[in-house]
């Protein structure tokens, strides 16, 4: 553990120039630069979200670019979750394509689903013995893993990729994917096998629109499907018109079609020429989730999961939606007086995440001067104390416990020892004064050279 550094994100605490100027011009100034919140992850790169809502959760699972890609480069899934939408724990990989003995390389973009307490988690990989990509399954007994190979074989192969998992309200499942065709399995009950065959959707202008240039491709389907059920109608949304890619969406009156072409969810933009969308409904509101190049060193093969909250037109359609840096508002608040995951976070400067000895994932790589935030944490009439689980194989650091922004109000300081190891953990608590009503949490860690200290946990006293 901490043996390497991966990655340095020099993430600037400053929003986007359109974020900032929808500030009013009477607006008071904060006590720090606005702070984006999209991308939702700043540890890592990820790619290809697929969100989806269990025990009143939303899990988002992910790919994983890896740093300074110049192809896809892609070895492991993550996966992530939140209960407010702008707080994300990190739950590391629990899904790699070592996990599939029989696949090579390339872990793209998948799809997971809960059915009889079983979680089914469908992804393309390479097989080794043919060249070609194939649709393998993955299953958990729990949404965050660990995942194990539930065949030892692929489901389905035919040298196409992204597969997207539906199961209709009558039961019956349905597994799509494709580029450059479009195609479709019914799954059994047991989701790992199906009937009736491997099944081509046409790829008809109507169904799909027409794309531009005079291509071998006459519609603008590309990759990508997200297939999903609102009321009676069925709705296929997919990256279309390769490259760059923006998102459109079809709709239809079964799971199988017929398919009509209805537009634009999110046109091209956000630095990356792919993209891939997922769509969920949380908490009475609706969310899209995409991703794009927006973290430092990003781009097409260095890309980032984001969201946005929208709202359906009254004839269900969707609406043209734009990538923002501020994301959706938070759902309720986040109780600081109970014990929070350090790797629980709005958005991060300079960290890095692994697992930790004692379960889960912790905060790692800290140098002086960088911080996280945890939004909209309900101090009520306030707290007391301070107290975080830390480890250090150097002399430690300080947590400084701020308000509203890194160099915002400082209302507690805990000195940070050294323990001996990285994951050789201890507590350490402070008094805290100010730390009242519902603000934004930020842990600003300083010290001296070099990586300081890991923090696992972190809790508050009221």
């Keep these: 553990m901490q043996t390497s550094h991966r990655r340095r994100t020099a993430v600037l605490a400053v929003a986007f120039a359109f974020a ?19 991308p939702i992850i700043q540890t890592i790169y990820t790619a290809d979200p697929a969100p989806l809502v269990h025990n009143g959760r939303v899990y988002l699972y992910t790919g994983h670019d890896e740093d ?39 872990a793209w973009a998948g799809q997971a689903v809960e059915r009889n307490g079983k979680f089914y988690w469908y992804v393309p990989v390479v097989n080794d013995a043919t060249g070609r990509m194939a649709i393998g399954v ?57 009937s009736g065959g491997v099944n081509r959707i046409p790829l008809t202008t ?20 997200w297939v999903y059920k609102r009321g009676s109608l069925y709705y296929m949304v997919f990256a279309a018109q390769c490259c760059s890619e923006h998102i459109a969406y079809s709709t239809a009156p079964g799971p199988t079609g017929p398919w009509t072409y209805r537009g634009t969810v999110m046109p091209t ?8 969308p997922g769509v969920i409904d949380y908490k009475g509101s609706s969310y899209f989730f995409y ?44 109780n600081p007086f109970t014990r929070q995951e350090a790797e629980t976070i709005a958005w991060a400067n300079g960290v890095e995440t692994e697992r930790s000895s004692e379960g889960g994932m912790n905060v790692g790589w800290i140098e002086n001067g960088d911080w996280i935030k945890v939004e909209g944490a309900a101090f009520g ?10 480890a250090s194989a150097t002399a430690g650091g300080r947590i400084e416990v701020r308000l509203d922004g890194p160099n915002g109000p400082l209302v507690g300081t805990c000195t940070v020892p050294g323990t001996g190891g990285w994951q050789v953990w201890t507590n350490v608590s402070c008094p805290v004064s100010g730390a009242t009503g519902t603000r934004d949490l930020h842990l600003k860690f300083t010290g001296g050279g070099g990586y300081l200290f890991n923090v696992n946990s972190w809790q508050f006293t009221a």
């Design 138 to 194: 993955a299953v958990a007994d729990n949404p965050t893993g660990p995942f194990r190979d539930a065949l030892g074989r692929p489901l389905v192969e035919n040298g196409e990729i992204d597969p997207s998992v539906f199961i209709d309200t009558d039961g019956q499942a349905y597994l799509y994917w494709g580029n450059p065709n479009l195609w479709y399995v019914k799954l059994n009950a047991d989701m790992t096998s199906y």
């Design 291 to 334: 991703h794009n190049g927006a973290l430092p060193g990003g781009g097409g093969f260095t890309r980032s999961v984001a969201v946005e909250r929208f709202t359906y037109n009254a004839d269900g359609t969707i609406p043209i939606i734009n990538m923002t840096t501020a994301g959706p508002p938070q759902v309720g608040t986040l």
């Design 206 to 225: 109507q169904g799909f629109g027409v794309r531009p240039g005079g291509t071998d491709r006459p519609t603008l389907y590309e990759e990508g499907p």
């Design 68 to 106: 300074g890609s110049t192809w896809f480069t892609m070895r492991e899934w993550r996966v992530w979750s939140s209960e407010d939408m702008v707080n994300w724990t990190d739950h590391g990989s629990p899904l790699n394509i070592d996990t599939f003995s029989w696949a090579r390389q390339d």
């Design 20 to 38: 900032a100027a929808a500030l009013s011009p009477a607006a008071e100034p904060s006590p720090s630069p606005a702070q984006a919140d999209n």
């Design 381 to 390: 009439s306030g707290a007391r104390t301070f107290t975080a689980r830390v």
């Design 269 to 276: 933009q956000g630095s990356s020429f792919t993209n891939h």
